[in-house]
């Protein structure tokens, strides 16, 4: 196949799909097994230091945030795919725990603007060479993951082409050999592990997901490890009833750990609001491009905690869970 250009960026993960298909194969044995877990036994079974990983959620909705926080306070560092990432992400990059990251759309908080400190560090790590980035679409994103979920090396997509994004990405434009028009291929990108919060499961990882998906499902499939954090446990018969909410089997789960509230401040769909002035206190916090006002913020609410829990209570416990829960039911509304 003809290559007609490629973009300068690298291809950060090295798993191939003959790598991905024995790894499974092996992990398969693991069906009907109880994966329940603490937070630290997950991480500290099904992640290494310098893996890369792929995260859940999307935008400011059902992030992993419990799981961020803890793999702050350990001392964790990255390769990193990013398609649509906000709090998550930044909160990793603040604290220079990113070494290599494909980006689709990262250092922006929404309507809350893009916190300064971060770009600012991001932008003085590139250029010391201590920081690497592929650029991409979010779309793209996707379909790497799906190529992967697939078990091919690629997929040929029609966008990219003539942008900026191509230039600085690790794509390829080729002839296509059936139809002579030009293509683009993005390569299929494998994670070392993957994080996704949930509504609910049971003890042998299947899941279900209220509310938009996303990638998730292609990530949970192409993902050598999957930790779940889940909402609540629930008995294997109750998944049974509502077959067909349940969106991750049990066969791509390692982990499945329990944290109620564990995408807090960000939104979980039909159970609570995002808090929107514990973001609004980050934001303003990040305006300060010194980091000294972010110092604060860290030690207060992640270095200055033992647990998730522990940083719940910090930001108001069940009273402001009980208020943001009340704004996602709209209760109270004339």
């Known amino acids: 196949m003809e290559i007609l250009e490629q973009g300068s960026g690298e291809i950060f993960s090295k798993i191939t799909p003959d790598d991905f298909r024995i790894h499974m194969l092996a992990k398969s044995g693991r069906a ?3 994966k329940r877990m603490d937070l630290k036994e997950a991480i500290k ?3 290494k230091i310098g893996d890369y990983i792929s995260i859940g959620g999307c935008s400011i909705v059902r992030l992993p945030m419990a799981f961020i926080h803890e793999v702050l306070r350990q001392g964790y560092y990255f390769r990193m795919a990013a398609g649509t990432r906000t709090f998550d992400v930044d909160l990793l990059l603040d604290n220079d725990r990113i070494m290599e990251l494909d980006i689709g759309y990262i250092l922006g908080l929404e309507m809350l603007g893009v916190p300064q400190y971060t770009r600012t560090r991001v932008k003085e790590r590139l250029a010391k060479g201590e920081l690497k980035i592929s650029e991409w679409s979010n779309g793209t994103m996707a379909w790497r993951h799906k190529a992967a979920a697939m078990g091919v090396s690629f997929l040929p997509v029609r966008s990219l082409a003539g942008t900026d994004t191509f230039n600085h990405s690790a794509a390829k434009k080729v002839k296509c050999p059936f139809t ?3 293509v683009i291929l993005v390569p299929a990108l494998y994670c070392d592990a993957c994080i996704i919060h949930v ?3 049971d003890k042998y990882g299947n899941c279900q997901i209220d509310g938009m998906l996303n990638e998730d499902l292609e990530k949970a499939r192409s993902a050598k490890s999957l930790i779940i954090t889940t909402e609540k446990i629930i008995d294997t018969e ?3 009833n509502d077959g067909a909410k349940t969106v991750i089997p049990q066969f791509y789960v390692d982990a499945v750990v329990e944290i109620p509230y564990g995408a807090y401040p960000t939104n ?3 159970l609570y609001y995002l808090d ?7 934001a303003k916090a990040a ?3 010194s980091g000294e006002s972010l110092k604060n913020y860290y030690l207060d609410y992640v270095f200055g905690t033992n647990d998730f829990s522990e940083y719940l209570e910090k930001c108001g416990g069940r009273k402001r869970i009980e208020e943001l829960e009340k704004i996602e039911l709209m209760e109270g509304r004339a």
């Open 276 to 282: 929107l002035d514990h973001l609004k206190a980050y």
């Open 287 to 289: 305006e300060d491009r």
């Open 238 to 240: 109750e998944i049974r």
């Open 199 to 201: 509504h609910r499961a």
């Open 180 to 182: 002579g028009i030009d």
């Open 268 to 270: 979980m769909p039909g």
């Open 32 to 34: 009907n097994t109880d």
């Open 45 to 47: 079974r099904f992640i």
